[in-house]
């Protein structure tokens, strides 16, 4: 069955970088749409990015482009984010998710941004 | 962007009873290149990731029960559960996926 693992969340100091990854199995990745959603404590989704399966195409949530940048190595069937110039507005847990429709979702790992 | 509107915030609903959320879009979800709508609803529960329960704005995901539909077209959707079970509680979320940025609504709380 289809499984999406993330990893790498923590804490960081606002300024700071940290790399996200998602490993992912039980469906052939290359063949995929994936997405980055991050969703605040108590707050509704927020999507955060998009890459086509062949890595080809990306596009970025205003909040993020420019800081944060989507990466995938469909030979280990990984996506990775990679968020650098953290801010506070950036705390929450951070899901990847499978295809245009997000029809699967990891479940998240969590990213604080505090002093 | 695509501002996605639901309602009720929250319900409380009897056991049995029907539960049924809106969720309004600030532009057409209808896709004219396969006359889909570009519409989700998730389930999330406290402490876990968003299930997909629609998608197409009334196609059930595999597994889902039955007592879950989605209904609607263009601006205007709905899901509704048929009959409340205990293990409907949760939050729940409708999503467009038409246009970059996807979007979602701000979460409907169903409680019994």
């Known amino acids: 069955q289809v499984q999406l693992m993330e990893s790498g969340g923590g804490l960081v100091k606002p300024g700071g970088s940290l790399r996200l990854s998602c490993a992912a199995s039980g469906f052939p990745f290359g063949d995929f749409f994936m997405n980055w959603i991050r969703q605040a404590p108590g707050r509704r989704p927020e999507w955060v990015s998009f890459?086509?399966?062949?890595?080809?195409?990306?596009f970025y949530a205003d909040s993020v482009r420019g800081r944060f940048t989507i990466s995938r190595d469909n030979a280990k069937n990984s996506l990775h984010l990679q968020m650098n110039s953290l801010t506070v507005d950036d705390t929450a847990v951070y899901y990847c998710?499978?295809?245009?429709?997000?029809?699967?979702w990891g479940q998240g790992t969590l990213v604080i941004v505090s002093s | 962007d695509i501002v996605m509107t639901q309602s009720p915030d929250s319900l409380v609903v009897s056991l049995g009873e029907r539960a049924t959320i809106n969720c309004k879009s600030s532009q057409s979800l209808l896709h004219n290149s396969n006359n889909k709508n570009f519409l989700t609803w998730y389930q999330q529960k406290p402490g876990q990731s968003p299930k997909l329960l629609i998608y197409?704005?009334?196609t059930r995901e595999s597994g889902v029960p039955d007592r879950f539909s989605g209904s609607g077209s263009g601006t205007d959707f709905t899901l509704t559960i048929s009959s409340l079970q205990s293990e409907d509680v949760a939050v729940y979320y409708c999503?467009?996926?038409?246009?970059?940025?996807?979007?979602f609504g701000q979460g409907t709380k169903v409680e019994i």
């Open positions: 999503h467009q996926y038409f246009s970059i940025p996807w979007t």
């Open positions: 197409w704005a009334s």
């Open positions: 890459i086509n399966g062949g890595g080809t195409t990306v």
């Open positions: 998710t499978r295809g245009v429709s997000s029809d699967s």
